[in-house]
Each structure stands twice: as C-alpha cells, then as structure tokens.
C-alpha cells in the first residue's frame, strides 16, 4: 500500500492523503515523490536476492494515484521493466489543473516544464499501456491521446513505437484487469 492509503493513511471511507501529503511539504517534499522512493526500495528489495522473484522482469500498475505512482516511478527508475498505470494518464490543466482532486496529486512548479506525455516519454524505451476511462471527468480521455501523441514521438525517435500503447476504458474510474492484463502479457512477452 501507499502513504495515505489502507494502513500507511487510510480507512474504510478510502485514501487520507491530505495529512501526509501536508507534512511532505513541509520538509520540502512531495508524497508522490516519497510514493515514487518505497517503490525504489521495493524494487531494491526485489533485486537483492531475498526473495524468489525474478528481478529482471519488475512490472508497476496502479489505479488513479497508484497509476499516478506508476508512471512517476517508471519515469525514475530504469530498473522497472514495465509500467501500465490506469486512470492516471491525461493532461495536467485538464486534470488536476481545473478541478478537486486528491492532494496528492501535486508536485510544485511541474506544470511549467513538463505534462505527462513528457513524464511518459522518460520511460522510453521500456514498455508503457496507459489505460484510460471513456467516462473519467477526473482524467479525460481526449487530452489523454493529445498527451499520447507526444508519448508516441518520443517512443518512435528510439525506434520502440510498438512499445506505448494507449487503451480507452469503455466506462469510469476504475481498474480495468480485463483491458489490462490481457495488453500487459502481449507487450511484456513474460508469460
């Protein structure tokens, strides 16, 4: 689980991020930013040895801010094979820029170098299934396939086109296992 999430921060109502996303800030972080560190750590941990996981083939997924996770950790650390965020990937103005969201989903300053199209185009030439809601108003699905579009180029100056895949979700916010699995197996060729 995340910080703010389950037993680092939620309850039975869902996230409670605001405190510890408060507290980052304080000591001049972010919480997507210590989010983005516990997956480094884990990913470290996984490579260690202690366990019996091939630490060759890291994938990262997430939901909303799990996805928003997945694509920040991705983007940093190149030890993650793969990442495949759901309800995550759009614009930044026409997203967190024009409504309410969690608190979390804030990094100072951000939006004047970078979109996420940027952010997704650093994990290049790894794999990348960014899967996106039809009926999200929280991540809308046109500015998606603008951002997708510069995700794309980046993907093709490194000869890795094939390896950025953009698939709308028919309803709203939520996981959709049965869009995503089904692409993560064809792309990842782990099976």
């Known amino acids: 689980e995340q910080r703010g999430f389950g037993?680092?921060?939620?309850?039975?109502?869902?996230s409670q991020c605001r405190l510890?996303?408060?507290?980052?800030?304080?000591?001049g972080r972010t919480i997507i930013g210590e989010r983005v560190h516990d997956v480094m750590c884990a990913v470290?941990?996984?490579?260690?040895?202690?366990f019996a996981v091939d630490g060759s083939r890291v994938a990262i997924?997430?939901?909303?801010?799990g996805g928003t996770t997945s694509i920040y950790a991705a983007a940093m650390d190149e030890r993650i094979s793969l990442s495949m965020p759901c309800c995550a990937f759009t614009s930044f103005l026409a997203s967190i820029g024009c409504s309410a969201h969690c608190f979390c989903n804030y990094i100072p300053g951000i939006a004047r170098d970078f979109d996420m199209g940027d952010l997704c185009m650093l994990i290049a030439p790894r794999p990348v299934i960014l899967i996106v809601a039809a009926k999200d108003p929280s991540f809308p699905l046109k500015e998606a396939q603008e951002q997708f579009v510069i995700v794309k180029q980046g993907y093709k100056a490194l000869n890795a086109?094939?390896?950025c895949l953009l698939l709308p979700a028919p309803e709203g916010?939520?996981?959709?296992?049965?869009i995503a699995w089904p692409a993560f197996d064809s792309l990842s060729g782990w099976k």
Do not use: C, V, W
Request: no cysteine; net charge negative; hydrophobic share 25%.
């Open 7 to 14: 037993e680092n921060g939620g309850d039975e109502n869902g």
């Open 20 to 27: 510890p996303a408060s507290a980052a800030l304080l000591i």
């Open 44 to 50: 470290t941990l996984m490579k260690s040895g202690l």
């Open 61 to 65: 997924t997430g939901n909303s801010g």
């Open 161 to 163: 086109e094939n390896q």
């Open 173 to 178: 916010h939520r996981y959709y296992a049965g």
